[in-house]
C-alpha cells in the first residue's frame, strides 16, 4: 500500500512539521541517530514538495540536528585534547555540555514543536536556516 500524501487532508503542512519537531526531539532525547536518520528521510522525501510551513520545520529541524551531532564530537574533541575520558574534565566537559548546549536545544525544540501545533514557522536562534517566503510567521524572538 502506497504511502498516503497528507497534503489533501492538512494544506498548511501541520502535520508534516509537527512529525519533524517531534522526529527532532527524538533524536536528542530518545533514539539518537536512528531519529535523526528518519527526519532525514523525511526531508529528503517531502521539502521539496512541502507547504511553507512544513518546509520551514523541515529545514529548521535538520540543521539544528546537524549542529547538535557538531557540538557532540567537538565536546568529545575537547575531552580528548584535555586527557581523555579518565579525567576530572571530562566531567566539567561534559556539564557544561548537557547544561548549557543540550538542553537549549531541547527547549528550542520544544518551542518548535508548540510553534507546529499552533501552525506557525519558528527559527532556531543562531543555528536556524532563514524562513521560505509565505511561512507564517507568529512572533518571532
Same mark, same amino acid.
Given at each position: ?5 497528507? /497534503? ?7 502535520? +508534516?512539521?509537527? $512529525? ?5 526531539? %527524538?533524536? =536528542? #532525547? *530518545?533514539a539518537?541517530?536512528l ?8 526531508y529528503?522525501?517531502?521539502?521539496? /514538495?512541502?507547504p511553507?510551513?512544513?518546509?520551514a520545520? +523541515?529545514?529548521? $529541524? ?5 549542529? %547538535?551531532? =557538531? #557540538? *557532540?564530537?567537538?565536546?568529545?574533541l ?21 547544561? +548549557? ?7 528550542c525544540g %520544544?518551542?518548535? #514543536?508548540?510553534?507546529a ?8 536562534p ?16
Amino acid at each position: 500500500m502506497p504511502v498516503s500524501d497528507d /497534503s489533501d487532508t492538512d494544506p498548511t503542512g501541520m502535520m +508534516l512539521a509537527v $512529525t519533524a519537531e517531534s522526529l527532532y526531539l %527524538a533524536n =536528542l #532525547l *530518545l533514539a539518537p541517530g536512528l531519529a535523526f536518520l528518519a527526519l532525514a528521510l523525511l526531508y529528503a522525501r517531502r521539502h521539496a /514538495s512541502a507547504p511553507p510551513l512544513a518546509a520551514a520545520h +523541515l529545514s529548521q $529541524t535538520l540543521s539544528a540536528s546537524l549542529w %547538535a551531532g =557538531l #557540538l *557532540l564530537v567537538v565536546v568529545n574533541l575537547l575531552i580528548l585534547t584535555l586527557g581523555g575520558y579518565h579525567t576530572t574534565h571530562t566531567w566539567i566537559v561534559l556539564i557544561l555540555y548537557f547544561t +548549557l548546549a543540550h538542553s537549549t536545544l531541547v527547549v528550542c525544540g %520544544a518551542i518548535g #514543536l508548540a510553534r507546529a501545533l499552533a501552525g506557525q514557522c519558528w527559527r532556531y536562534p543562531l543555528v536556524g536556516r532563514p524562513l521560505p517566503d509565505g511561512c507564517p510567521r507568529g512572533m518571532q524572538p
